[in-house]
């Protein structure tokens, strides 16, 4: 008889106590938008100018991100292109992989010198983001421009 009332008040405990709200994903465009002002916050820390958005950057950020997610494999694209078409007198690229969070990537971007050089130059005034998602990781872009 005990283990029947045992069996039913745990039945019971797991109808009446709701389930945990599933944690809801955020949006490529959401992360983006917080990977700019994560970045923009860490350098203004520092007392360096906000980078500006910049639609020609941001495209060319953006369609590494995909191709990147496409082929799961981070890699640098020909940042020679983007200095032409962008009309930029100087370019860089950060990219990464696997965070979950943006200040998680932006924080690990200022642990590795080459990155956080990138993050923190001064020359830079203009940033492009890209964000894609595949299989279960998020790719990530940043191209810094300075119009020439």
């Excluded at 916050?41 to 495209?59: E, G, M, N, P, T």
């Excluded at 990155?115 to 830079?124: C, G, V, Y």
Aim: some cysteine; glycine content about 6%; hydrophobic content about 40%.
């Amino acid at each position: 008889m005990r283990h029947i009332l045992a069996a039913f008040l745990v039945a019971l405990a797991l109808v009446t106590v709701p389930a945990a709200p599933q944690a809801t994903a955020m949006s490529n465009a959401a992360f983006g938008k917080k990977l700019h002002q994560q970045t923009n916050a860490s350098r203004a820390f520092r007392d360096i100018k906000k980078l500006k958005y910049q639609k020609c950057v941001d495209r060319y950020a953006q369609r590494q991100a995909n191709r990147m997610a496409k082929k799961r494999k981070i890699y640098h694209q020909e940042l020679g292109p983007i200095l032409r078409r962008c009309k930029l007198s100087s370019v860089g690229e950060n990219v990464a992989t696997g965070f979950t969070s943006p200040k998680a990537n932006v924080k690990a971007w200022l642990k590795s010198p080459g990155h956080r050089r990138n993050l923190l130059n001064r020359k830079f005034t203009r940033l492009g983001i890209g964000v894609a998602k595949a299989g279960g990781r998020t790719y990530t872009v940043q191209v810094f421009g300075r119009p020439a």
